[in-house]
């Protein structure tokens, strides 16, 4: 490993700053174009040492934790911190028209929105027993090391004020020393926390743990590895104007904003739809929304998630007929011929996509369709079929829900051209 004076020019889609030299490119993290640094570089990667020349758009992180010269060396949860503002809306906003444009997609793509710090209202931390105690916060960037936290820019409030609780919570289900994971849901009746450990509990275990859920304020339920430790009431979300509870662990959009206008969007561009299709409809998600105004059938793989929606469907008056499917879309996608008598379409896919579902939906007469996806390449891709296939990509919104990450929503909305 050698220290050089490095010159970054541009940033990469993972955040990196990218400096181009004779040998080839090399990524640094915590860096952005018009910075000049000393480096520590190794096989193509960077470690910041020193910043001779700031760039002009560089800013003071709003977070303790972040970046290379924190004490704790960067948690790992945010990679973006350090850009100014407007920079760094074009270098997001830009992941999508770049994956679009590899596709050879050429359309506009709508200013980036926003969510404000503070929005998120579901954080997944990293926790580990040691011989001190426990550590929750969030794993450095390539690394499985642990950066304790005492504060998150992006959690609700709600969530920062309750740490010390989460933390003594995490401490008592550190049964083993192996890292665990505890997703923290912030409900309206409270936290849902959801343990994804690699070890075992004791029935023992079982019975502390949920003494100790009950000594605290604000818990509404906690699992481990799926199974239901103490519910003191059921978790609770709106979807629309419907109150859902979702299952342990289940899929939940990261921020509340985001949702509502991802639903608005999706709502309206399918309001003339009288008979739509939700796939990988989760707990309901869009499906609750879209049923306000259409006959919605709801295909989703796992199966608590579409009995939630099923329950808060059949609980709500006023809504149009709600159908559910448990199907492996992945694996046995919706046939042309059953998508014939449907005129609208949802579907938000996980990340690798739904190229062999959507490979039969350009085949189909649906006449609108909604893209949602957190994936920009992946989208690409489904959406390039899709315009083969006759559709018009009417709109494409890209939506920073997961701020100062890599990470992005976007909302594509098509219509079929006329034949």
Request: charged share 25%; hydrophobic share 40%; aromatic share 4%.
């Amino acid at each position: 490993m050698s220290a050089r004076a490095l010159d970054i020019t541009r940033l990469g889609g993972q955040g990196d700053g990218i400096a181009e030299t004779p040998e080839g490119q090399i990524f640094v993290p915590f860096t952005l174009p018009g910075d000049r640094i000393t480096a520590a570089v190794d096989k193509g990667r960077g470690t910041l040492i020193s910043l001779i020349e700031p760039s002009p758009d560089r800013v003071t992180p709003p977070c303790p934790h972040f970046g290379a010269d924190s004490d704790e060396a960067g948690c790992g949860g945010c990679a973006m911190q350090h850009v100014a503002d407007a920079a760094y809306r074009d270098w997001k906003r830009n992941l999508v028209v770049a994956a679009l444009e590899g596709r050879g997609i050429m359309v506009e793509v709508g200013p980036l929105v926003a969510c404000a710090p503070g929005a998120r209202r579901r954080v997944v931390f990293a926790v580990r027993r040691t011989d001190k105690g426990s550590i929750l916060g969030f794993n450095r960037a390539s690394s499985h090391q642990i950066v304790p936290i005492d504060t998150c820019v992006v959690a609700s409030e709600r969530i920062n004020q309750a740490l010390p609780v989460l933390r003594r919570l995490a401490t008592a289900v550190a049964v083993g020393k192996e890292a665990f994971r505890l997703s923290v849901l912030d409900t309206l009746s409270g936290f849902d926390l959801a343990v994804d450990a690699p070890f075992k509990l004791s029935e023992a275990d079982r019975l502390r743990i949920s003494a100790s859920v009950r000594k605290e304020t604000g818990v509404t339920r906690l699992s481990f590895n799926g199974e239901i430790l103490i519910e003191i009431q059921p978790p609770q979300l709106v979807f629309g104007d419907v109150a859902v509870n979702p299952p342990p662990g289940g899929f939940v959009q990261a921020s509340e904003a985001a949702e509502t206008l991802m639903g608005e969007l999706v709502t309206t561009h399918l309001k003339k739809s009288k008979r739509v299709l939700d796939l990988f409809s989760g707990s309901g998600t869009f499906a609750l929304r879209l049923a306000q105004q259409s006959h919605v059938h709801a295909v989703e793989s796992d199966g608590p998630s579409l009995a939630a929606l099923d329950k808060a469907a059949r609980r709500s008056s006023g809504l149009k007929p709600v159908s559910v499917e448990k199907r492996d879309l992945l694996r046995r996608p919706l046939m042309t011929a059953e998508l014939k008598t449907y005129q609208g379409l949802v579907f938000d896919p996980p990340r690798a996509g739904a190229e062999v579902q959507v490979q039969d939906i350009a085949r189909s007469t649906i006449t609108r369709i909604a893209a949602v996806s957190c994936n920009p390449v992946t989208l690409a891709r489904d959406l390039e079929i899709l315009v083969k296939g006759g559709y018009k990509i009417t709109s494409i919104t890209p939506i920073d829900q997961f701020l100062w990450s890599s990470h992005i929503e976007v909302v594509a909305l098509l219509e079929r051209s006329k034949r």
